[in-house]
């Protein structure tokens, strides 16, 4: 079966960086399309960032654009989310999401991490 599982996140201050991991089980990164979204408390999942199946194309959210950066590594079939510049705006459970086709909505992905907590605070 697949699972993916976030794992990287924790308590910074602002301004800090942070790098979370998605771990694919049952499933090549290399054969789909993969994002992050996140979900403050209180509010909807919203788009970060996503990379088509071949890693050519990367789409981010305006919030993050020049903060945040997706990658992936086919060899140990694993993406993640470098994030800078943080902000107590950042603040969100992040998910980590497959699919077969590279959009910004959450219901074009049908696999999903657990999410993993980031708290951005003095």
């Known amino acids: 079966q697949v699972r993916l599982e976030e794992s990287g996140g924790g308590l910074v201050q602002p301004g800090d960086s942070l790098r979370l991991s998605c771990l694919s089980t049952?499933?090549?990164?290399?054969?789909?399309?993969l994002g992050w979204f996140r979900q403050p408390p209180g509010k909807e999942r919203e788009f970060v960032t996503a990379?088509?199946?071949?890693?050519?194309?990367?789409y981010y959210a305006d919030s993050v654009k020049g903060r945040f950066s997706i990658s992936r590594d086919t060899s140990k079939n694993q993406f993640t989310l470098q994030l800078s510049s943080l902000t107590p705006e950042d603040a969100a459970v992040y998910y980590c999401?497959?699919?077969?086709?590279?959009?910004?909505?959450?219901?074009?992905?049908?696999?999903w991490g657990q999410g993993t907590q980031v708290t951005v605070s003095s």
């Open positions: 990379i088509n199946f071949n890693g050519e194309n990367t």
């Open positions: 049952g499933q090549s990164v290399s054969t789909s399309a």
């Open positions: 999401a497959a699919g077969p086709l590279v959009y910004d909505d959450p219901v074009a992905f049908d696999h």
